[in-house]
């Protein structure tokens, strides 16, 4: 840096300083797109009716593939009434279906939780593939919008302070 520029820097006020790194964070874009980490991160958001069709397209397709929750249920109450009744070798068979069922619809939730989850991550890497935004930039992407977010109240601050002129 020249002395002129050091001067110039040493003199910034904090504010001045908060202003400038939001204008350098908004002009900062990734991928083969003109977009910043903001816009791209509000782009990547899901809506609640996108989320409201996911739910909708899990719903239809597990019917497809499953039989209903009374069938496990069914069977663990029919293994724990063996259980009960038979104290020998049934009952154990009972008790072992009735874990196996209990197990099952845990799985279940289980598995609605990762078509969820693997529904956001394909939504989000299906999106930055689209706009050439890679690995690293869309990490870089993620703690730039956090920072953009804390500059943006930061900058809210000082207008709402600034003295009427």
């Known amino acids: ?10 003199n910034m006020t904090v504010e001045q300083a908060v202003r400038l790194k ?27 009716a ?3 069709k996911v739910r909708r397209d899990y719903a239809e397709w597990i019917k497809r593939i499953r039989v209903s929750a009374l069938v ?3 069977i663990a ?11 020998n070798w049934i009952g154990v068979i009972g008790v072992i279906c009735a874990i196996y069922a209990l197990g099952e619809l845990f799985r ?32 870089e992407i993620g703690e730039k919008d956090t920072e953009m977010k804390v500059d943006d109240m930061n900058v809210a601050a000082f207008d709402k302070h600034k003295p009427d002129q």
């Open 22 to 48: 939001k204008e350098l964070n908004q002009s900062i874009t990734y991928g083969r797109s003109n977009l910043n980490a903001r816009q791209v991160t509000e782009l990547q958001k899901i809506d609640a």
């Open 72 to 74: 496990p249920i069914a």
């Open 108 to 139: 279940r939730e289980w598995h609605r939780e990762g078509y969820v989850d693997g529904y956001d991550a394909g939504f989000e890497g299906g999106f930055n593939r689209a706009l050439g935004i890679s690995d690293k930039e869309a990490i």
């Open 50 to 52: 996108q989320w409201a």
């Open 77 to 87: 109450l029919m293994g724990a009434a063996m259980w009960l009744y038979f104290k």
């Open 1 to 10: 840096m020249s002395e002129e520029q050091n001067k110039g820097a040493a």
